[in-house]
Protein backbone atom coordinates (compact mmCIF):
# COMPACT_ATOMS: atom_id res chain seq x y z
CA UNK A 1 0.00 0.00 0.00
CA UNK A 2 1.69 3.42 -0.97
CA UNK A 3 -0.02 6.71 0.98
CA UNK A 4 0.14 10.12 -0.97
CA UNK A 5 0.15 13.13 1.03
CA UNK A 6 -0.16 16.61 -0.94
CA UNK A 7 0.68 19.98 0.33
CA UNK A 8 1.89 23.56 -1.00
CA UNK A 9 -1.51 24.28 -2.11
CA UNK A 10 -2.63 27.93 -1.30
CA UNK A 11 -4.15 31.56 -2.97
CA UNK A 12 -1.67 33.40 -5.18
CA UNK A 13 -2.31 36.19 -7.57
CA UNK A 14 -2.30 35.76 -11.21
CA UNK A 15 1.14 35.80 -12.99
CA UNK A 16 2.51 34.07 -8.95
CA UNK A 17 3.58 30.75 -8.73
CA UNK A 18 3.00 27.91 -5.82
CA UNK A 19 4.75 24.43 -6.00
CA UNK A 20 3.24 21.38 -4.94
CA UNK A 21 4.82 19.11 -3.17
CA UNK A 22 3.76 14.91 -2.89
CA UNK A 23 5.11 12.72 0.35
CA UNK A 24 4.83 8.87 -0.82
CA UNK A 25 5.68 5.92 2.27
CA UNK A 26 6.55 3.08 1.81
CA UNK A 27 9.93 1.71 -0.31
CA UNK A 28 8.17 1.67 -3.78
CA UNK A 29 7.81 5.17 -4.66
CA UNK A 30 11.01 4.38 -7.27
CA UNK A 31 9.41 1.91 -8.99
CA UNK A 32 6.29 4.10 -9.31
CA UNK A 33 5.34 6.66 -12.14
CA UNK A 34 3.59 9.51 -10.69
CA UNK A 35 1.16 12.39 -11.91
CA UNK A 36 -0.29 15.21 -10.93
CA UNK A 37 -4.06 16.12 -11.75
CA UNK A 38 -6.66 18.48 -10.86
CA UNK A 39 -10.76 19.07 -10.64
CA UNK A 40 -12.40 22.20 -10.93
CA UNK A 41 -15.73 23.03 -9.07
CA UNK A 42 -18.31 21.23 -11.47
CA UNK A 43 -15.64 19.80 -13.90
CA UNK A 44 -14.05 16.41 -14.59
CA UNK A 45 -10.70 15.53 -13.15
CA UNK A 46 -8.36 16.23 -15.24
CA UNK A 47 -4.27 15.26 -15.97
CA UNK A 48 -1.69 18.15 -15.40
CA UNK A 49 1.63 16.13 -15.62
CA UNK A 50 3.18 12.55 -15.12
CA UNK A 51 6.73 11.17 -14.72
CA UNK A 52 7.79 8.44 -15.21
CA UNK A 53 9.74 6.28 -12.16
CA UNK A 54 12.66 6.87 -13.26
CA UNK A 55 12.42 10.91 -13.83
CA UNK A 56 13.61 10.73 -17.55
CA UNK A 57 10.52 11.14 -19.00
CA UNK A 58 7.73 13.35 -18.21
CA UNK A 59 3.96 14.99 -20.11
CA UNK A 60 2.30 17.44 -19.92
CA UNK A 61 -1.18 18.90 -20.35
CA UNK A 62 -1.32 21.26 -23.67
CA UNK A 63 -3.00 24.42 -21.24
CA UNK A 64 0.12 24.04 -18.67
CA UNK A 65 2.95 23.51 -20.77
CA UNK A 66 5.89 25.59 -20.84
CA UNK A 67 4.33 27.04 -17.10
CA UNK A 68 4.33 23.99 -15.02
CA UNK A 69 7.00 21.17 -14.12
CA UNK A 70 6.89 17.77 -12.49
CA UNK A 71 9.68 16.52 -11.16
CA UNK A 72 10.78 13.98 -8.50
CA UNK A 73 13.26 12.97 -5.81
CA UNK A 74 13.64 9.57 -4.98
CA UNK A 75 15.72 9.36 -2.08
CA UNK A 76 13.00 11.85 -0.83
CA UNK A 77 9.79 9.77 -1.57
CA UNK A 78 8.32 13.12 -3.16
CA UNK A 79 7.48 14.61 -6.69
CA UNK A 80 6.49 17.97 -7.00
CA UNK A 81 4.84 20.44 -9.24
CA UNK A 82 5.92 23.80 -9.76
CA UNK A 83 3.68 26.07 -11.24
CA UNK A 84 4.50 29.30 -12.54
CA UNK A 85 2.38 32.13 -14.24
CA UNK A 86 0.11 31.13 -12.66
CA UNK A 87 -4.13 31.65 -14.36
CA UNK A 88 -7.22 32.11 -12.86
CA UNK A 89 -8.05 29.30 -14.80
CA UNK A 90 -5.59 26.91 -13.13
CA UNK A 91 -7.80 26.88 -9.90
CA UNK A 92 -8.66 23.75 -9.03
CA UNK A 93 -8.01 20.68 -6.46
CA UNK A 94 -4.74 19.34 -7.17
CA UNK A 95 -4.23 15.59 -6.77
CA UNK A 96 -1.05 13.46 -6.63
CA UNK A 97 -1.78 9.97 -7.72
CA UNK A 98 1.03 6.85 -8.51
CA UNK A 99 0.70 3.97 -10.80
CA UNK A 100 2.82 0.90 -11.22
CA UNK A 101 2.30 0.82 -15.27
CA UNK A 102 -0.70 2.12 -17.55
CA UNK A 103 -1.59 4.80 -19.73
CA UNK A 104 -0.44 8.29 -18.35
CA UNK A 105 -2.86 10.73 -18.94
CA UNK A 106 -5.67 8.25 -17.58
CA UNK A 107 -6.85 9.10 -14.07
CA UNK A 108 -8.50 5.36 -14.51
CA UNK A 109 -5.15 3.65 -14.39
CA UNK A 110 -3.77 5.25 -11.26
CA UNK A 111 -3.63 3.04 -8.09
CA UNK A 112 -3.00 5.73 -5.57
CA UNK A 113 -4.54 9.04 -4.64
CA UNK A 114 -3.75 11.63 -2.23
CA UNK A 115 -6.16 13.68 -0.67
CA UNK A 116 -5.64 17.18 -3.01
CA UNK A 117 -4.67 20.19 -2.17
CA UNK A 118 -6.57 23.39 -3.05
CA UNK A 119 -4.88 25.81 -5.31
CA UNK A 120 -6.81 29.18 -5.76
CA UNK A 121 -5.38 31.58 -8.92
CA UNK A 122 -7.14 35.72 -8.04
CA UNK A 123 -7.49 37.67 -11.09
Known amino acids: QVQLVESGGGLVQAGGALRLSCAAS????????MGWFRQAPGKEREFVAA????????SYADSVKGRFTISRDNAKNTVYLQMNSLKPEDTAVYYC????????????????WGQGTQVTVSS
Open 26 to 33: GRTFSRLS
Open 97 to 112: AAQWSGTYYAKREYDY
Open 51 to 58: ITWSGIST
